[in-house]
C-alpha cells in the first residue's frame, strides 16, 4: 500500500487548503482514513477520519473547521480545511487503517504517506 498526500502550502489565516491522499496497492474506502498532524517540536496529534462505512469524526480542535472525505473512484481521500488558524502549522500525515473500523490511535493504521507541510501565516 502506498499513500500520497499533496496539497500543503502556505496561506495566510482564514484562508483554506485541500489535501490529497492518492493511494495505490488498496481501495481506500475499504479501510479507515486518517488524518494526523505534526508541529516543530511537538508530538503528532490525530484530526479526522472517516470509516469504511463512511461515518467521520474529527478533532475538537478543528470541528466546524476541517472535513474529511474520499472518492471512491479516484482511491483519493481528502481532507478540506477551512477557516485556518496559525495553530494549525504542521506537517500533515494520511493514514489507512488496518481494518474498517476507524480509531484515533497512530497504532490502528499500517500505511502513512510521506506528510505535507502546511504553514498559516498570521
Known amino acids: 500500500v502506498q499513500l500520497q498526500a499533496s496539497g500543503g502550502g502556505l496561506v495566510q489565516a482564514g484562508g483554506s487548503l485541500r489535501l490529497s491522499c492518492a493511494a495505490s496497492g488498496r481501495t481506500l474506502t475499504s479501510y479507515a482514513l486518517g488524518w494526523f498532524r505534526q508541529a516543530l517540536g511537538k508530538e503528532r496529534e490525530f484530526?479526522?477520519?472517516?470509516?469504511?462505512?463512511?461515518?467521520?469524526?474529527?478533532?475538537?480542535?478543528?470541528?466546524?473547521?476541517?472535513?474529511?472525505?474520499?472518492?471512491?473512484?479516484?482511491?483519493?481521500?481528502?481532507?478540506?480545511?477551512?477557516?485556518?488558524?496559525?495553530e494549525d502549522t504542521a506537517v500533515y500525515y494520511c493514514a489507512s487503517g488496518r481494518r474498517g473500523f476507524a480509531s484515533t490511535r497512530e497504532s490502528e493504521y499500517g500505511s502513512w504517506g510521506q506528510g505535507t507541510q502546511v504553514t498559516v501565516s498570521s
Open 47 to 86: 484530526v479526522a477520519y472517516a470509516n469504511a462505512g463512511g461515518a467521520t469524526y474529527v478533532a475538537d480542535s478543528v470541528k466546524g473547521r476541517f472535513t474529511i472525505s474520499r472518492d471512491r473512484a479516484k482511491n483519493t481521500g481528502y481532507l478540506q480545511m477551512n477557516s485556518l488558524k496559525p
